[in-house]
């Protein structure tokens, strides 16, 4: 005949095996185990029939409560495991993490960014423009009339059935959008996309990037603009860097340089990468034309100012030494895992 104390002893068992359980699986083979149809339980309940007669209601009602704490703690614990997949059960906290690629910036944006950074750190502001501009603002204003070769050069996308509506060839629209809402002074530059029908080779794409920079003041001065350029060379290209500057022609400047850079693999004595002259070209610039500050309604009298615009992909492929555009385009993870 089974002893108050053995029913107590089964209980606290159960109690301890249930509180330890650390899964709904082994949960299940608990509850079977005491409240199933062949458990502990249901033995004790079945040995009752031998013990006296009058002892059988407080078995009885022991038994009964016993069942119903255990049924509880099992419901219980049951909650604490919610659904859990059978997967998410033997998770094993102690093990390296899954491997995620989480992608990478494309060189192009890594490049605009840092182009960003240098001029935002001495004190440029960042302005953008619409993509699709108007002939007035990629041409007219920027000193470029119609039937100047300087818009043959430039090969327009047209927009079909606007008329004057086009996307836009280079930043220096932005320029004029700025200026002629804006009082001077201010210093900005114009990061975004361009795009000109150019057929893709090795060194063209219909579409990619610049930045624009525009300086206005009431004492701005050619050498300001070296300053300025100098300083945003060997930010970029390291300190050794040496920069010159060549006289060159855009409508919307007077006088107008292109810049260069000493090549950086053969520190300016030639090679290959530089075509054996030393140097390197990177950006266009100069001083702002007195016509376009008259299209902007600024004062020629009161104020300056210089420009000058760069190819974001022409410096990645320097800094990067790659050699072909359609790289950036071609979406090949082996190319773009590498920056
Ligand atoms: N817009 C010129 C181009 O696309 C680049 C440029 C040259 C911008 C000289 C300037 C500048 O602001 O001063 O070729």
């Not at 255990?70 to 997949?85: I, N, P």
């Amino acid at each position: 005949m089974t002893s108050f104390q053995e029913y107590s002893a089964a209980e606290k068992q159960a109690r301890i095996s249930i509180e330890k359980c650390t899964s709904a699986d082994e949960l299940d083979k608990l509850r079977a185990k005491y409240l199933g149809r062949q458990g502990v339980l249901k033995d004790l309940f079945s040995q009752m029939g031998k013990s006296p007669e009058s002892e059988r209601p407080a078995r009885g009602r022991e038994l009964n409560r016993i069942k119903k704490e255990l049924t509880g703690l099992l419901e219980k614990r049951k909650t604490e495991f919610g659904s859990v997949s059978k997967k998410e059960e033997i998770y094993d906290p102690t093990l390296p993490p899954p491997f995620v690629d989480k992608g990478k910036t494309h060189p192009v944006i890594k490049i605009l960014k840092e182009v960003e950074n240098i001029f935002t750190s001495m004190g440029f502001g960042i302005a953008y423009g619409p993509d699709i501009e108007t002939e007035y603002y990629n041409f007219t204003a920027l000193n470029i009339p119609e039937n100047h070769p300087a818009r043959d050069m430039h090969d327009t996308f047209y927009v079909k059935n606007y008329k004057n509506t086009l996307l836009r060839t280079h930043t220096s629209p932005v320029q004029v959008r700025v200026m002629e809402k804006k009082k001077p002074p201010y210093k900005f530059i114009a990061p975004g996309r361009c795009y000109r029908r150019d057929t893709v080779d090795a060194s063209h794409l219909p579409v990619f990037h610049q930045v624009e920079g525009l300086m206005v003041d009431s004492n701005v001065t050619f050498s300001d603009l070296k300053g300025v350029l100098h300083l945003f060379a060997k930010r970029m290209f390291g300190t050794k860097v040496k920069i010159r500057f060549r006289p060159s022609f855009f409508p919307f400047t007077e006088p107008s340089a292109e810049m260069d850079i000493s090549c950086g693999i053969c520190s300016g004595k030639g090679c290959p990468a530089c075509s054996q002259k030393g140097w390197l070209e990177i950006l266009g610039a100069g001083m702002v034309d007195p016509e376009v500050f008259r299209y902007c309604g600024v004062d020629t009298a009161k104020w300056q100012g210089f420009a000058f615009g760069m190819g974001i992909e022409r410096i990645a492929m320097l800094k990067y030494d790659i050699h072909d555009l359609r790289l950036f385009i071609q979406n090949d993870l082996r190319f773009l895992k590498q920056f």
